[in-house]
């Protein structure tokens, strides 16, 4: 599948200055990322959140903090291509094992690829990913990450 998206450079830079900006109003966030809604629904994203913070706020309260922010910051075409505001627990197995694979097995550090980095066609605990883009996967926000001895649960294409 080739990279399409409706998402620009410039407007996922955007939301890097977004989090930046969050992170220092309330705190260092675990993960924040998006995730490609689904593999019929091409172009439409959902925006994945997670922090300790956000644990003890509630997800209402934390949605309506994070669309404030994404109104202000993204264009209306951009906006309208975002489905959703999905805070995870920072439990979540998803939250510990992004930050895991990529940090630990890949080797990568989101934070230095301002646009967020790419990720396609891959699997993750059980979530498919067809297209994210990760802009931070922090292990070290939650404690330490536990090796799953599941490997087989992490597929990245």
């Known amino acids: 599948m080739a990279v399409q998206t409706v998402v620009s450079v410039k407007e996922r830079e955007k939301i890097r200055q977004l989090l930046r900006k969050v992170e220092d109003e309330k705190g260092r966030l675990s993960l924040?990322?998006?995730?490609g809604s689904s593999l019929n629904l091409v172009g439409r994203w959902s925006f994945v959140v997670s922090a300790p913070w956000m644990d003890?706020?509630?997800?209402?309260?934390v949605v309506s903090y994070l669309s404030s922010y994404l109104e202000r910051y993204l264009d209306k075409k951009t906006l309208a291509?975002?489905?959703?505001?999905?805070?995870?627990?920072?439990?979540?197995?998803?939250?510990?094992?992004?930050?895991?694979?990529?940090?630990?097995?890949?080797?990568?550090?989101?934070?230095?690829?301002?646009?967020?980095?790419?990720?396609?066609?891959?699997?993750?605990?059980?979530w498919n990913l067809p297209q994210a883009f990760v802009f931070l996967a922090d292990r070290d926000v939650n404690g330490?990450?536990?090796?799953?001895?599941n490997k087989e649960k992490v597929a990245l294409h």
């Open 144 to 149: 330490k990450v536990t090796r799953s001895a």
């Open 81 to 126: 291509a975002i489905d959703r505001v999905s805070v995870l627990p920072s439990k979540d197995p998803l939250v510990q094992r992004i930050p895991q694979l990529l940090n630990d097995f890949l080797g990568i550090d989101v934070s230095t690829h301002e646009a967020g980095f790419y990720m396609t066609n891959s699997a993750v605990e059980d």
């Open 32 to 35: 924040a990322m998006l995730a």
């Open 56 to 61: 003890t706020a509630g997800p209402r309260e």
